[in-house]
């Protein structure tokens, strides 16, 4: 699916720091945890709890944030719609990698097990 390219533009120059305080309080509502929060966002991304802390700290870009990441292999089987689009039909790679972590903090929030949120390939 095309995005027009100014949305993209906006979610790579999109402070992750900006937005993590809003998946927080989105799981937190939910009666998750920060903990489990992390524990998703480390499978994605890669990143421990220094690194994910350094992202948040020194304010940086969607486009930088996932340039650092070593985005886990599985994470093409999250799949379905988040903020109205297909993620597996999203064409521009960073907007589809955000797109993959708003889906697996919706899927949390939502009350998902951690282990099916973490996919597998099988």
């Known amino acids: 699916m095309k995005i027009k390219s100014t949305q993209d533009e906006r979610i790579a120059k999109m402070l992750f720091a900006s937005v993590y305080p809003h998946y927080v309080a989105k799981v937190v509502k939910k009666g998750r945890t920060k903990e489990e929060l992390h524990r998703v966002i480390q499978w994605l991304t890669g990143f421990d709890d220094v690194t994910l802390q350094q992202q948040i700290d020194e304010k940086v870009t969607f486009e930088i944030f996932f340039d650092q990441a070593n985005l886990n292999s599985n994470a093409t089987l ?8 297909r993620v597996e039909e999203i064409e521009n ?3 589809r990698k955000v797109r993959y972590l708003d889906k697996i903090v919706d899927e949390l929030a939502k009350g998902k097990k951690i282990e099916k949120i973490m996919r597998r390939s099988e």
């Open 78 to 85: 999250i799949t379905g719609v988040i903020c109205g689009y």
């Open 93 to 95: 790679q960073l907007t």
